[in-house]
């Protein structure tokens, strides 16, 4: 696991960690997919039937926290409105658009336990660490990060 629940007020957060910013916006959507499933919901999906796909997203104007943004929507919108719960991806940026082979199951099948409405822009951040920059944790739960890698940080409206 590369990614982390952040502690916030309201809403919850998260931060990952990854070696490019592809790896880091697919451990943001896992987290996504995590933090509305109730425990032990992950090992009850390995009974269900999986599907594949590709989904593909506009960068707009470069700008990669936008980008993230628009992914994280795409798998809320294809979760909740399409019945397409994701369950895996791998992401490539190329051309102003994120494409992602995904893996998903029949979202009835999955228990949820929190409602994220929506992908917020505060505190939003994926960037690049140069080698030894350090991202300081946030205890108790968040490790810190030496680069080079990438970190992304989202808070989610529930």
Do not use: C
Not at 41 to 60: H, I, K, Q, R
């Amino acid at each position: 696991m590369s990614w982390w629940v952040l502690p916030t007020t309201a809403d919850i957060g998260l931060r990952t960690f990854s070696a490019d910013a592809a790896g880091a916006m697919a451990e943001a959507a896992l987290g996504l997919q995590a933090v509305q499933t109730s425990e032990g919901t992950l090992d009850g999906m390995a009974n269900l039937t999986v599907s594949t796909g590709e989904w593909a997203v506009d960068v707009p104007n470069g700008d990669m926290e936008r980008g993230l943004v628009r992914w994280l929507e795409e798998v809320l919108y294809r979760g909740h409105a399409e019945d397409q719960w994701l369950v895996d991806a791998s992401i490539s940026i190329e051309n102003g658009l994120i494409r992602a082979q995904v893996s998903w199951v029949d979202s009835r099948e999955v228990d949820l336990v929190i409602e994220v409405k929506a992908v917020t822009f505060h505190e939003l951040a994926l960037r690049e660490l140069a080698l030894g920059e350090l991202v300081i944790g946030v205890e108790p739960e968040i490790p810190s990060f030496e680069g080079p890698g990438w970190m992304a940080q989202v808070i989610l409206d529930i």
